[in-house]
């Protein structure tokens, strides 16, 4: 590991201006690529103590053996130059978009004589028209058997066409009305070419007027009396609007954009992209990278925008860009698109209408593919067990722990304080065993606290039930005896697991193990796994354990402590809606939904209900005298509400209105 300080330049060697650097280890392979406004504001940062460094930096200045620079005269070269190195050299420290897969376009090859319509994948061609990318080759292919019969463009190889051009017979789509067949001479080169430049231009969104066109070419067949004519014209609307319908229109304002969106935690980003062309999604890409650096979502955008743009030009790149954020630098990015495109290009946040909640769409694709990608690793027999084995090493455990169970806390501002226990077994998940606790010994906001009753209370079970099946030889038993069910089965508490993951820091973990000495139980290993750097803390560790960033047992771990967080939330939320749907009529013994209900509807609000007196309480239907009286009173028992307050403007609002019973 190489001190920084030995190959940190002299401050007056490094100029104040834009450029690009590298950072090269050892062998002189270059490790890291980076562009800054100026260059020795930027570098000096590098050279810091390594204890006020993220840690991703830190692990990169401390491999790196030297560094270098190159002036350039504007920030948009330094952007270009940064992007044309990061592909050259493939620097390890970079964050690397890299497709999940190869995605296939709609390919016209407007290059050869007779251009012809394709699936394509890989890199893009000079000469050739893309529409795209697709989800799947079959969705192209059924665009293209709808086009073919208004637009009747080759689509055969090279060897089918010569074939077809010796033998003087097209193929069976020659046949059918869906080539032209230029072949065998139906059609002369330039006759064929207008047909793909028309292709083109519906494919690029270009649709009403060609439309329109047809149906007034049906209507003049029809008047005609060319009745065969007017029924190929119609079928031939019908199919290129089936074409149109695949592709669904999301603005109305036929704008050309592409959205990018990000789902991002410590270790992982996803991107998804939407593009969108004539108001119409024409196309849709997405894959994931590690976080190699340590980047905010600004700079992740960058560097998609980079990937996405960097070898493209002309229409290729579309008039607005819409982002999550804007990059750190964002006038030098916008001209280095402008020129990419030859025009301006808008790059900006939607902040309100279609845009922003078509970018919303995008967002949960992006969360959907991050979580897809951890659930496919976590899948996979082999990455759980060196998964659960790179766990056992780190945290020194006698044998891989098969079974996992972790704890969250979950409060809002100290109220409605809950716990999860999710349990893993062999890396997977056991949803059958997910419990949830309500924190019953103290109230107010204290995870601490809260963490030792519930690891207390969930031992105690164990406990119990290990005492219930004869295993418990100590004497004293368990006071706590939850967790039993009547026909004397044992519940899930019954079973232990070798590893007890808390989501926190340091204070979480030193609860949870009190909690286990004070029950005697010094078998279960314990950690926790702190948000903020992925850190692993084991019990009384001044430091913590840090996986490697590429490492199976760090996915794991933070999977089972994503998994329990969010079974905490769920449960919290739905508390807090109860408690505040929660009526006094709920008090009322025998009083049924349909009564409550009846009760509201006819008094219109709670408030009202409370003035009302005994007797036109038992006008509602179905209310005797007793049960007016019990509603009566319990009214009368229970405090007010406190007034409903709208957050927008802080008008407290009356409670004339409906009243959930």
């Given at each position: 590991m190489a001190d920084p300080s030995s190959y940190r330049p002299k401050p007056g060697q490094i100029p104040d201006s834009p450029g690009v650097y590298k950072f090269r280890d050892e062998h002189r392979r270059v490790i890291y690529v980076g562009k800054a406004k100026s260059l020795r504001q930027r570098l000096a940062n590098y050279f810091q103590p390594l204890a006020s460094l993220h840690p991703r930096t830190a692990t990169m200045v401390t491999t790196a053996a030297s560094v270098e620079w190159t002036v350039v005269a504007t920030e948009v070269e330094a952007l270009q130059l940064e992007y044309s190195w990061i592909k050259e050299f493939d620097p390890r420290f970079n964050v690397k978009y890299r497709d999940d897969k190869s995605y296939p376009y709609l390919a016209v090859t407007l290059d050869e004589e007779f251009p012809r319509v394709q699936v394509m994948r890989g890199h893009k061609k000079k000469g050739v028209r893309y529409f795209g990318p697709y989800a799947h080759a079959w969705a192209i292919r059924e665009t293209v058997?709808?086009?073919?019969?208004?637009?009747?463009?080759?689509?055969?190889?090279?060897?089918?066409?010569?074939?077809?051009?010796?033998?003087?017979?097209?193929?069976?789509?020659?046949?059918?009305?869906?080539?032209?067949?230029?072949?065998?001479?139906?059609?002369?080169?330039?006759?064929?070419?207008?047909?793909?430049?028309?292709?083109?231009?519906?494919?690029?969104?270009?649709?009403?007027?060609?439309?329109?066109?047809?149906?007034?070419?049906?209507?003049?067949?029809?008047?005609?009396?060319?009745?065969?004519?007017?029924?190929?014209?119609?079928?031939?609307?019908?199919?290129?609007?089936?074409?149109?319908?695949?592709?669904?229109?999301?603005?109305?304002?036929?704008?050309?954009?592409?959205?990018?969106?990000?789902?991002?935690?410590?270790l992982e980003a996803a991107v998804q992209i939407f593009h969108v062309r004539g108001g119409r999604v024409r196309g849709q890409r997405g894959w994931v990278t590690d976080k190699v650096e340590a980047v905010e979502t600004a700079g992740l955008v960058e560097h998609a925008l980079q990937q996405l743009y960097g070898e493209e030009s002309g229409d290729a790149v579309p008039k607005e860009v819409l982002v999550p954020a804007l990059p750190e630098d964002t006038e030098a990015v916008t001209a280095w698109l402008s020129g990419r495109r030859g025009s301006n290009v808008s790059l900006r946040i939607p902040q309100r209408g279609d845009k922003k909640a078509l970018m919303e769409t995008v967002a949960r694709n992006a969360q959907q593919s991050l979580v897809l990608h951890k659930t496919k690793r976590a899948s996979d027999l082999t990455t759980r067990s060196r998964a659960l084995e790179e766990i056992a090493e780190a945290l020194d455990l006698d044998s891989a722990p098969l079974r996992i169970e972790c704890f969250d806390i979950s409060h809002l501002q100290g109220e409605d304080v809950v716990a999860s226990m999710v349990v893993f077994e062999d890396g997977l998940p056991r949803k059958s065993e997910y419990r949830r606790f309500q924190i019953k010994g103290f109230e107010g906001q204290d995870d601490v606290r809260s963490m030792h009753e519930v690891i207390s209370r969930r031992f105690k079970r164990y406990l119990a039930e290990k005492e219930k099946t004869g295993e418990w030889v100590d004497g004293e038993v368990p006071a706590e005896t939850e967790g039993r069910d009547d026909d004397g089965r044992p519940k899930r508490f019954a079973y232990p697991p070798q590893l007890v993951v808390v989501d926190g820091g340091q204070p979480q973990v030193a609860a949870a193990r009190r909690a286990l000495d004070e029950l005697g139980i010094d078998d279960i290993a314990v950690c926790g796994l702190a948000k903020r750097l992925e850190e692993v803390w084991l019990p009384g560790d001044d430091d913590p354990v840090v996986l490697p960033r590429?490492?199976?047992?760090?996915?794991?771990?933070?999977?089972?402590?994503?998994?329990?967080?969010?079974?905490?939330?769920?449960?919290?939320?739905?508390?807090?809606?109860?408690?505040?749907?929660?009526?006094?009529?709920?008090?009322?013994?025998?009083?049924?939904?349909?009564?409550?209900?009846?009760?509201?509807?006819?008094?219109?609000?709670?408030?009202?209900?409370?003035?009302?007196?005994?007797?036109?309480?038992?006008?509602?239907?179905?209310?005797?005298?007793?049960?007016?009286?019990?509603?009566?009173?319990?009214?009368?028992q229970a405090a007010p509400a406190a007034p409903a307050v709208n957050t927008a403007t802080g008008e407290i609002m009356e409670d004339d209105g409906g009243s959930t019973a």
């Amino acid at each position: 590991m190489a001190d920084p300080s030995s190959y940190r330049p002299k401050p007056g060697q490094i100029p104040d201006s834009p450029g690009v650097y590298k950072f090269r280890d050892e062998h002189r392979r270059v490790i890291y690529v980076g562009k800054a406004k100026s260059l020795r504001q930027r570098l000096a940062n590098y050279f810091q103590p390594l204890a006020s460094l993220h840690p991703r930096t830190a692990t990169m200045v401390t491999t790196a053996a030297s560094v270098e620079w190159t002036v350039v005269a504007t920030e948009v070269e330094a952007l270009q130059l940064e992007y044309s190195w990061i592909k050259e050299f493939d620097p390890r420290f970079n964050v690397k978009y890299r497709d999940d897969k190869s995605y296939p376009y709609l390919a016209v090859t407007l290059d050869e004589e007779f251009p012809r319509v394709q699936v394509m994948r890989g890199h893009k061609k000079k000469g050739v028209r893309y529409f795209g990318p697709y989800a799947h080759a079959w969705a192209i292919r059924e665009t293209v058997d709808l086009m073919l019969r208004v637009f009747p463009v080759r689509t055969c190889s090279a060897g089918v066409f010569r074939n077809a051009a010796s033998a003087g017979r097209p193929c069976l789509l020659g046949y059918i009305g869906k080539c032209s067949a230029p072949c065998v001479g139906r059609v002369d080169a330039e006759e064929h070419r207008e047909l793909a430049e028309d292709f083109c231009d519906f494919m690029a969104g270009r649709t009403g007027t060609y439309l329109r066109r047809l149906e007034k070419q049906m209507m003049i067949a029809a008047e005609d009396l060319e009745y065969e004519k007017a029924a190929r014209l119609r079928d031939d609307i019908e199919a290129l609007r089936k074409a149109m319908e695949k592709n669904a229109v999301v603005l109305a304002d036929a704008t050309d954009a592409d959205l990018i969106a990000l789902a991002e935690d410590e270790l992982e980003a996803a991107v998804q992209i939407f593009h969108v062309r004539g108001g119409r999604v024409r196309g849709q890409r997405g894959w994931v990278t590690d976080k190699v650096e340590a980047v905010e979502t600004a700079g992740l955008v960058e560097h998609a925008l980079q990937q996405l743009y960097g070898e493209e030009s002309g229409d290729a790149v579309p008039k607005e860009v819409l982002v999550p954020a804007l990059p750190e630098d964002t006038e030098a990015v916008t001209a280095w698109l402008s020129g990419r495109r030859g025009s301006n290009v808008s790059l900006r946040i939607p902040q309100r209408g279609d845009k922003k909640a078509l970018m919303e769409t995008v967002a949960r694709n992006a969360q959907q593919s991050l979580v897809l990608h951890k659930t496919k690793r976590a899948s996979d027999l082999t990455t759980r067990s060196r998964a659960l084995e790179e766990i056992a090493e780190a945290l020194d455990l006698d044998s891989a722990p098969l079974r996992i169970e972790c704890f969250d806390i979950s409060h809002l501002q100290g109220e409605d304080v809950v716990a999860s226990m999710v349990v893993f077994e062999d890396g997977l998940p056991r949803k059958s065993e997910y419990r949830r606790f309500q924190i019953k010994g103290f109230e107010g906001q204290d995870d601490v606290r809260s963490m030792h009753e519930v690891i207390s209370r969930r031992f105690k079970r164990y406990l119990a039930e290990k005492e219930k099946t004869g295993e418990w030889v100590d004497g004293e038993v368990p006071a706590e005896t939850e967790g039993r069910d009547d026909d004397g089965r044992p519940k899930r508490f019954a079973y232990p697991p070798q590893l007890v993951v808390v989501d926190g820091g340091q204070p979480q973990v030193a609860a949870a193990r009190r909690a286990l000495d004070e029950l005697g139980i010094d078998d279960i290993a314990v950690c926790g796994l702190a948000k903020r750097l992925e850190e692993v803390w084991l019990p009384g560790d001044d430091d913590p354990v840090v996986l490697p960033r590429s490492s199976e047992g760090l996915y794991l771990l933070q999977r089972v402590r994503d998994t329990a967080h969010d079974f905490a939330i769920r449960y919290q939320r739905s508390k807090r809606t109860k408690r505040i749907r929660s009526s006094p009529l709920d008090a009322v013994p025998g009083l049924g939904e349909t009564r409550k209900q009846a009760l509201i509807k006819h008094f219109g609000s709670v408030k009202r209900l409370r003035q009302a007196t005994i007797e036109q309480i038992c006008e509602v239907p179905g209310m005797g005298r007793k049960t007016a009286e019990a509603v009566a009173v319990a009214l009368a028992q229970a405090a007010p509400a406190a007034p409903a307050v709208n957050t927008a403007t802080g008008e407290i609002m009356e409670d004339d209105g409906g009243s959930t019973a």
